[in-house]
């Protein structure tokens, strides 16, 4: 194979990569549905039944101690837009899109959640320190990601509000 023949293999196959690369938003909500099969959380419906409706949105208490925290991402905000977590317990994060690829992050830990339609994201999390985290979108998703910007706030763990069964915690708990 002479140079030449090599700049043009070289060229093909950088062009050939670039466009998935350029093509990702749109290949990897296709991608994760093959391999995890079908939607698990219907995008346009979140609002109207399942885990994901309004009324179950924010921190609940679990039995053990630890709490759960479920979160919907949308352009261009998270609900809810305020989240209370206790320190020192574990933090069951179940989070949903409702329109594109986000990515939850908060800033100041090393904690980043990739967001798609149509499946939940879950993590572990877990503060040792009482304080207030900027929640902001890490994934690029459209003209208003910059301002995608939410709050979650750690309080010690004995100034967390006692949640009744079915009770759903937020920042106006405070
Ligand atoms: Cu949501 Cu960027």
């Known amino acids: 194979m002479n140079w030449r023949k090599l700049r043009i293999f070289l060229l093909t196959v950088l062009v050939l990569?670039?466009?998935?690369?350029?093509?990702?938003?749109?290949?990897?909500v296709p991608l994760l549905r093959f391999l995890k099969g079908t939607p698990q959380v219907d995008p346009l419906a979140l609002h109207l039944s399942g885990e994901f409706v309004e009324t179950n949105l924010g921190t609940e208490q679990d039995g053990d101690g630890s709490v759960?925290?479920?979160?919907?991402a949308q352009q261009y905000l998270f609900v809810p837009h305020c989240i209370l977590v206790p320190s020192g317990v574990p933090v069951h994060l179940r989070v949903t899109s409702a329109?594109?690829?986000?990515?939850?992050?908060?800033?100041?830990?090393?904690?980043?959640?990739?967001?798609?339609?149509?499946?939940?994201?879950?993590?572990?999390?877990?503060?040792?320190?009482?304080?207030?985290?900027?929640?902001?979108?890490?994934?690029?998703?459209?003209?208003?990601?910059?301002?995608?910007?939410?709050?979650?706030?750690?309080?010690?763990?004995?100034?967390?509000?006692?949640l009744r069964p079915g009770e759903r915690g937020n920042c106006a708990a405070q």
């Open 17 to 28: 990569c670039l466009i998935p690369a350029t093509r990702y938003y749109q290949i990897d």
């Open 68 to 72: 759960t925290v479920r979160m919907v």
């Open 99 to 162: 329109d594109a690829v986000h990515a939850l992050a908060f800033e100041g830990t090393d904690y980043n959640v990739k967001v798609l339609p149509g499946t939940i994201s879950e993590a572990q999390l877990q503060f040792s320190n009482a304080g207030q985290y900027k929640t902001v979108c890490r994934e690029f998703c459209g003209a208003g990601h910059y301002a995608m910007r939410s709050e979650l706030r750690v309080v010690p763990r004995d100034q967390f509000p006692a």
